[in-house]
């Protein structure tokens, strides 16, 4: 009898949803499409001069980088629960937990990390050092996770609910406030020479405890909105 | 905002009230009569429902 | 002679409690209110720095107190309904949260008029008025959720999660949010530097225990109302003098 794990588990829930993701590589590229006509909006408005652009460029990017990422968020648990899938993970034996932490991983995946991949692209059109450039990268990778796992609870709140994607970001958006000020404060630091280890050990430490809470905190929730 | 600012040096007492104090004791008003009105509209509300099923229970179909 | 605190948890008995109690905090925080605004007003002297227009923090900080207050016992309110499940601890944070909203609002409005005769604009990115205003979208969030959920039950532990998540997040955000300031060296709400005088803090006292009293009665109050409407098809609603008429 094969012993299936929690990792087999994970695993295989993470599987399932990239499985499901790419069969709507649609949904995946308009989030992409979101975060570059977000970020280039902000010139449009602001006006093209290099030196104010520079500097605006970290907020921009990351203010982006959020926005986009509440837009992905309500297709997190919505097929499954359409579909009766989300009940019957929840009858099963296995800790939902584990599967709620699967999907999130998943979910970065095909939401967090493309945006990680575009992020200096763009940051190229705001004129950001190398430098800036790797700092931002890194804020990103830890920030878009935590994005990713703070949004999963508020996905699972709003589960079904008519308000929907527009609520759901009212909720989520002041719980994200300090990744957004570490992510986009690390960059400011190294653009002005200064140490950029407190604000990305911020940010993993957030990370950190993220991972720990929210799986279980999420399927909490979604007892409450399945019950 | 130029008049504003020198009106408002000249007269800081009447800044202070009207600018906070009038508007802190609107906001009290308002959330007092939010309340008041709630409770009539909830006891409405009730009354309405019981009489209802009373008359269900006249009739019979309850 | 122990108190039989349950007794108070059922919303039949808490209603009656809750209705004695209104007139009394009621007449208090009017009684609290003209004597701190006597004081305020009429005997603490004239600052140093900021002349007449520091007298906008007798309401400006106790608004934000209570603010703050006012989530933690929301919050604390809406984890008794989720562990206990007791019906009324979900009514109360829910009674609680437009008052919390409300005195968030008076907090920002106030500051941002005491920020116009020391900065010059109208509002300046400080730390305490920014953390006030993500508290306000915090209650502004829970409102929304309670009111979006059909499902009374669902609402109030949807939203009481939420409650949850928020005040934890509190001190993260608060946290960051000066950090944010410091390192932009944004701007700071001081007062005159030296200590208060004796009598600020007296008046500063009395509105504070005004606003608590005045939430109090708002609260109470708004639970009333709250309980009239989810227990409306029970005999003890039907019994009460106020539904007879």
């Keep these: 009898m094969k012993k299936s794990t929690l990792l087999d588990l994970l695993l295989l829930v993470i599987r399932r949803d990239l499985v499901l993701a790419m069969r709507r590589r649609a949904d995946v590229l308009t989030t992409l499409i979101f975060f570059v006509m977000v970020v280039s909006l902000f010139p449009l408005g602001v006006g093209p001069e290099m030196d104010m652009l520079r500097k605006m460029a970290p907020g921009v990017l990351w203010v982006a980088a959020l926005l986009s990422s509440m837009l992905s968020l309500g297709r997190l648990f919505s097929a499954d629960y359409l579909d009766g899938t989300l009940e019957q993970m929840m009858l099963a034996p296995h800790s939902l937990s584990m599967l709620v932490l699967g999907k999130m991983v998943a979910h970065w995946a095909v939401s967090g990390l493309p945006l990680v991949l575009m992020a200096p692209v763009l940051g190229l059109q705001f004129d950001m050092s190398a430098q800036a450039l790797g700092v931002l990268i890194v804020g990103l990778l830890l920030g878009t996770p935590i994005l990713s796992m703070i949004g999963a609870i508020g996905a699972a709140l709003t589960l079904g609910l008519r308000g929907g994607g527009v609520l759901l970001s009212l909720l989520v958006l002041p719980l994200c406030i300090p990744v957004l000020i570490f992510g986009a404060g690390a960059v400011d630091a190294v653009t002005s020479g200064l140490s950029v280890v407190s604000h990305l050990s911020l940010l993993g430490a957030l990370m950190m405890v993220a991972l720990v809470f929210t799986p279980w905190v999420t399927a909490q929730a979604l007892r409450i909105s399945m019950e | ?62 | ?245």
């Design chain 2, 1 to 62: 905002m130029s008049s504003l600012d020198i009106w408002m040096r000249e007269n800081p007492l009447a800044y202070v009230w009207l600018g906070s104090y009038a508007v802190a004791l609107l906001v009290f008003a308002v959330e007092i009569a939010m309340v008041r009105h709630k409770r009539k509209i909830t006891l409405q509300q009730v009354r309405l429902m019981q009489e209802a099923e009373k008359d269900q229970e006249d009739e019979g179909t309850a």
């Design chain 3, 1 to 245: 002679m122990a108190i039989n605190w349950f007794k108070y948890s059922a919303p039949t008995t808490f209603y009656g409690l809750a209705g004695k109690m209104v007139p009394w905090f009621a007449a208090t925080a009017a009684v609290l209110l003209a004597a701190g605004l006597y004081l305020g007003f009429f005997v603490a002297p004239v600052d140093a720095q900021q002349g007449e227009f520091y007298r906008i923090i007798f309401i400006h900080v106790p608004t934000s107190i209570l603010s703050m207050f006012l989530y933690l016992v929301m919050a604390g309110y809406a984890a008794l309904g989720l562990i206990f499940n007791t019906r009324l601890s979900a009514m109360m944070a829910t009674a609680v949260a437009p008052t919390g909203a409300l005195f968030a609002f008076i907090s920002l409005w106030t500051g941002a008029l005491w920020g116009k005769p020391m900065w010059g604009a109208w509002w300046v990115w400080d730390a305490r008025l920014t953390s006030e205003l993500i508290l306000l979208f915090l209650y502004l969030g829970f409102i929304a959720l309670h009111a979006s959920i059909d499902d009374p039950r669902r609402a109030d532990k949807a939203a009481a999660l939420l409650a949850i998540v928020g005040s934890v997040n509190v001190p993260i955000i608060y946290f960051s949010v000066k950090w944010w300031n410091t390192l932009h060296q944004g701007s700071t709400f001081k007062f005159s530097g030296t200590s208060m005088h004796i009598v600020m803090q007296q008046a500063l006292l009395l509105m504070l225990l005004a606003c608590w009293a005045y939430a109090f009665a708002v609260v109470l109050s708004r639970v009333r109302s709250i309980i009239l409407e989810r227990e409306r098809h029970t005999t003890w609603i039907a019994e009460l003098p106020e539904v007879r008429q």
